[in-house]
């Protein structure tokens, strides 16, 4: 029982993906994917992201942004979920 319990805590740690990202200045910041309580657009994530690098956190910095301005706006979800579509 204890092994199951150490396996579920351990999957969703390898099943993070580290993303890369490459601002205007050439700067090259490496982040997890943020686990977000709407679709996430990963254009959009990373927009946020550029504007907390000054931060110490820019990770929970970008992801606050992201449910603020993303998750609780019904309109701009459905225009991600909707360019989503179209350019895939």
Do not use: H, W
Request: hydrophobic content about 35%; proline content about 3%.
């Amino acid at each position: 029982m204890k092994r199951l319990l150490l396996l579920s805590l351990i999957i969703p740690i390898i099943a993070q993906g580290k993303e890369v990202f490459t601002n205007e200045q050439g700067l090259k910041i490496e982040y997890v994917k943020p686990s977000v309580s709407c679709f996430y657009d990963k254009e959009a994530y990373e927009g946020y992201l550029n504007t907390c690098l000054m931060l110490p956190n820019y990770e929970t910095c970008a992801q606050t942004k992201y449910e603020n301005y993303i998750c609780s706006d019904q309109n701009m979800i459905k225009q991600l979920e909707t360019k989503a579509k179209e350019a895939g």
